[in-house]
């Protein structure tokens, strides 16, 4: 039975994850929970996976949890704050940490994980766009696994089974298109929150769903992509597929194609990298070709999705220029859903923050590094939207 330790439990990929756990309770047991407000979900799963520790991020919330709880015969050790999700990823015999804590905000736990020799499930994209400089030698150094598990990058990840090293030629992420990949570029400057919350095809938390509205997810993907198989920017493309079968593919040196097809369901993805090298049975509904129809494909798009390009410029220039990026795209995004800019200002914001940067720039940054220009890069956002 594996120990495992849940951050964001309660969003998206953390509720996701109890749902495999809950399936397979002889093959997995939890160890550690954390989350940011959800009272009501939080002691909900307390009370179903019994775990050892748990951390409410808002520290004003702490009372009410223990209240919650009050009544439930295995009382956890409760944490709070920043310190307190960290204290959970690094807590006891959990051998694989799930990160589903969204944003840069995942990056402090992420870092305390690996250094207590936990392996890593990766659903936070920012660990490596903006920490990468940090985590991958901790990764090294400390000897533990870094798995993908979102889609792309796990499909990526299962498609190289087997292919040797120095095999791999070519990586092709694919792209759902958000939700306004039949809209017009003209007709961009009047969408609203309402509209770009309509993911076509994913169930995802508001923050994701508004970066595969902009294709941002897939520039920081082509980023991510870039740290955890070592390939060069020019050897990253990107392709639309809006039937979201194949999750990714991959060229190898003598031109082959490797593809990873599924229903959009992030469960597997996050299975595979609990379970891997292993192939856990599940009773979900098996793909079949004849059910999910054509498969098409197309172009994307850049004057429509002009923040692929400032991901791919973002990610060549290296140093801190990923974590700006990623910074002010969380900020923007953040400015959008509170309607108080476009949705067309988004990757103008971003586009103006990262030239501002340029001059700042370090080849070699460390976490105090990353933490002060992810700082930066939010408070320049919020000096721009006052002249938006």
Same mark, same amino acid.
Request: hydrophobic share 45%; glycine share 6%; net charge negative.
């Given at each position: ?19 495999? #756990? ?7 047991? #939890?160890?550690?929970?954390? *989350? ?19 951390? &409410? ?52 736990? *992420? ?17 490596? &766009? ?119 593919? &991959? /060229?190898?040196?003598?031109?082959? #194609? ?19 090298? /292993? ?37 060549? /220039? ?14 923007? #995004?953040?400015?959008?859903?509170? /309607? ?11 586009? *103006? ?36």
């Amino acid at each position: 039975m594996k120990a495992i330790t849940v951050l964001g439990s309660t969003g998206s990929i953390g509720t996701q994850t109890l749902d495999i #756990v809950s399936q397979n309770p002889d093959k997995f047991r #939890v160890v550690g929970l954390a *989350t940011g407000n959800n009272i009501e979900l939080l002691a909900e799963q307390i009370r179903t996976f019994n775990p050892e520790i748990v951390a &409410i991020c808002n520290e004003n919330k702490l009372a009410e949890l223990h209240q919650a709880i009050a009544s439930h015969s295995h009382q956890p050790i409760i944490l709070a704050g920043e310190g307190g999700v960290a204290e959970v990823a690094s807590y006891g015999d959990a051998e694989s940490v799930v990160t589903g804590i969204v944003g840069c905000a995942g990056l402090l736990p *992420t870092v305390a994980a690996i250094k207590a020799g936990k392996d890593i499930a990766l659903a936070n994209k920012e660990t490596l &766009i903006a920490g990468a400089p940090v985590v991958l030698p901790l990764v090294e150094k400390h000897g533990v696994k870094l798995l993908p598990a979102d889609s792309e990058h796990s499909a990526i990840f299962q498609c190289l089974q087997g292919v040797p090293e120095g095999g791999l030629r070519r990586i092709i992420l694919t792209a759902s298109g958000g939700a306004f990949r039949d809209l017009s570029v003209e007709k961009l400057a009047s969408v609203t929150v309402k509209d770009a919350l309509k993911h076509p095809n994913w169930s995802m938390g508001k923050k994701i769903t508004i970066d595969s509205a902009t294709l941002m997810n897939k520039g920081l993907e082509v980023i991510e992509a870039h740290y955890l198989f070592d390939m060069d920017y020019d050897r990253i493309d990107i392709v639309i597929h809006p039937q979201s079968i194949i999750h990714s593919l &991959i /060229e190898v040196q003598d031109t082959s #194609v490797l593809a990873q097809l599924g229903w959009p369901d992030m469960r597997l993805p996050l299975l595979y990298a609990l379970s891997y090298p /292993e192939r856990i049975y599940t009773d979900w509904k098996q793909f079949d070709l004849v059910s999910a129809g054509d498969l098409t494909f197309r172009e994307p798009d850049h004057k429509k999705y002009p923040c692929m390009q400032l991901a791919y410029a973002a990610g060549r /220039e290296g140093g801190l220029m990923p974590a700006v990026l990623n910074a002010a795209n969380e900020q923007a #995004v953040e400015l959008f859903l509170d /309607e108080q800019i476009e949705f067309l200002d988004i990757p103008r914001i971003i586009e *103006t923050v990262c030239d501002r940067f340029t001059r700042h720039n370090t080849a070699s940054p460390n976490l105090s590094d990353i933490i002060e220009a992810d700082k930066w890069a939010r408070q320049q956002v919020k000096e721009i939207k006052q002249e938006v």
